[in-house]
């Protein structure tokens, strides 16, 4: 078997070759004829443990709810014929607001890691402008800042209009963070559960056959 781990591309590659084919045909004697729905089985069950592990591991490491990390990792089983299984985590950046946060008047707080601290949230030039809660006409809430420089042109008299002359026209900005596939990606999530799951292929493999051969 072999085993490639990119964490930069947050990608964990398990091959097992013919050996492993042959080990478990020889392990199931006159059975031999099951060994890739034994594969097959132990590929998938080992796929749906690193699902989980992943995203347990993920929400040690990271402030971020569960629930939508969990939607996020989806898994593509084996089947007989092709006993691979893929696990994708999807998701575009998450807005800081989706991990720990506090919005006081004071300035926006956010933390990131769960082996952080809150940290006030300060832009380092211009007016060095703090983050602050905003809801915007969608009705939307998100934690925004003000971006020095920029102003809001195309729609300012409709701005005036609505909220006064001396409404301040600077340009807001939602800030955001990292994905969930950034976070499962990392050395600290995908790299430190590499070695368990080449270990637990191993293990439901041999419990596939173990099953096999009490039927």
């Known amino acids: 078997m072999r085993q490639t781990v990119d964490t930069d591309r947050g990608l964990l590659i398990v091959e097992y070759d ?25 590929v998938n069950a080992t796929a749906k443990q690193a699902q989980a592990d992943l995203v347990a591991k993920a929400q040690a490491e990271y402030t971020a709810k569960k629930g939508p990390l969990k939607k996020a990792a989806s898994i593509k089983k084996g089947t007989d014929s092709n006993p691979e299984a893929t696990i994708t985590v999807k998701g575009t950046t998450l807005e800081l607001r989706e991990f ?14 769960t082996s952080g601290s809150l940290k006030a949230i300060q832009s380092q030039k211009g007016s060095r402008a703090k983050a602050f809660l ?33 409404i301040d026209m ?13 976070m499962v ?22 419990k596939e056959i173990r099953r096999v051969m009490r039927t």
Do not use: C, W
Not at 18 to 39: C, H, P, S
Not at 135 to 163: L, N, P
Not at 170 to 182: E, G
């Open 18 to 42: 013919g050996a492993l084919v042959d080990a478990v045909a020889t392990a199931l004697g006159d059975l031999k004829d099951q060994r890739f729905k034994v594969l097959k089985n132990a």
């Open 134 to 166: 905003a809801t915007f006409e969608s009705g939307h809430t998100a934690i925004v800042q003000r971006q020095d420089g920029e102003t809001y042109r195309r729609y300012g008299a409709k701005r005036q209009a609505k909220y006064g002359r001396h």
């Open 100 to 113: 720990k946060a506090t919005a006081p008047r004071s300035g926006a707080r956010a933390k990131i890691l």
């Open 170 to 182: 600077t340009r807001v900005k939602k800030l955001l963070s990292i994905s969930f596939p950034k």
């Open 185 to 206: 990606g990392g050395s600290a999530v995908l790299g430190a559960l590499a070695p368990d799951i080449y270990d637990t292929l191993l293990e439901n493999v041999n």
